[in-house]
Antibody, heavy 127, light 107 residues
Framework: EMQLLESGGALVQPGGSLRLSCAAS????????MSWVRRAPGRGLEWVST????????YYADSVEGRFTISRDNSKNTLYLQMNSLGGEDTALYYC????????????????????WGQGTLVTVPS | DIQMTQSPSILSASVGDRVTITCRAS??????LAWYQQIPGKAPKLLIY???TLKSGVPSRFSGSGSGTDFTLTISSLQPDDFATYYC?????????FGQGTKVEIK
């Protein structure tokens, strides 16, 4: 069974840093692009960042560009999100999510429709 | 950035009703559009990708249609498990963006 399990969420003071992790199992991790998506309290889903299966290509939302860094360790089947200079606007439940199609099937190094999601990890930054 | 606008924001319906949710993009998407269902306390679930392709295992009462900038999600006969919030998402151009969501509630 394909699964994603996030960890690392916490209460952090404004200006602080945090690293989220997402452990993957049940699929060939290195073959799929992976993403972080967040949902702030009372709001909808917001795409945050994406990384290709080989880790070479990364993409960010304008709201986190320059503050957040996505990375992955394919030997550990783990995705990361390093978050710096955190502010109240970053308070949210953070989900990791797997691309539905891999490169061999789609022809793209990242696909963009997400078929497997974790349960989320909560980041709280007092404003 | 591509803006995604869903309508309505809230939809009241009864079990057995046919339900349609629309999603409009601020520019053409070449059909790189997905639909998700989110039940409170649960992670989002992929229903439709590439505008009209039903994900394996998703009930056939769900369908997606549209092209260019205008897309729809249709539930042919609403079931009790379908009361949830639905989101469209474009993955044509970075930054990928979601619609604001449509809450389907019991009438």
């Amino acid at each position: 069974e394909m699964q994603l399990l996030e960890s690392g969420g916490a209460l952090v003071q404004p200006g602080g840093s945090l690293r989220l992790s997402c452990a993957a199992s049940g699929f060939i991790f290195r073959s799929f692009g992976m993403s972080w998506v967040r949902r702030a309290p009372g709001r909808g889903l917001e795409w945050v960042s994406t990384i290709s299966g080989d880790g070479v290509n990364t993409y960010y939302a304008d709201s986190v560009e320059g503050r957040f860094t996505i990375s992955r360790d394919n030997s550990k089947n783990t995705l990361y999100l390093q978050m710096n200079s955190l502010g109240g606007e970053d308070t949210a439940l953070y989900y990791c999510a797997k691309d539905h199609l891999d490169y061999d099937t789609s022809g793209y190094n990242t696909y963009g429709a997400f078929d497997i999601w974790g349960q989320g990890t909560l980041v709280t930054v007092p404003s | 950035d591509i803006q995604m606008t869903q309508s309505p924001s809230i939809l009241s319906a009864s079990v057995g009703d046919r339900v349609t949710i629309t999603c409009r993009a601020s520019q053409s998407l070449n059909n790189w559009l997905a639909w998700y269902q989110q039940i409170p306390g649960k992670a989002p679930k992929l229903l439709i990708y590439e505008a009209s392709t039903l994900k394996s295992g998703v009930p056939s009462r769900f369908s997606g249609s549209g092209s260019g900038t205008d897309f729809t999600l249709t539930i042919s006969s609403l079931q009790p498990d379908d009361f949830a919030t639905y989101y469209c998402q474009q993955y044509d151009t970075y930054p990928w963006t979601f619609g604001q969501g449509t809450k389907v509630e019991i009438k």
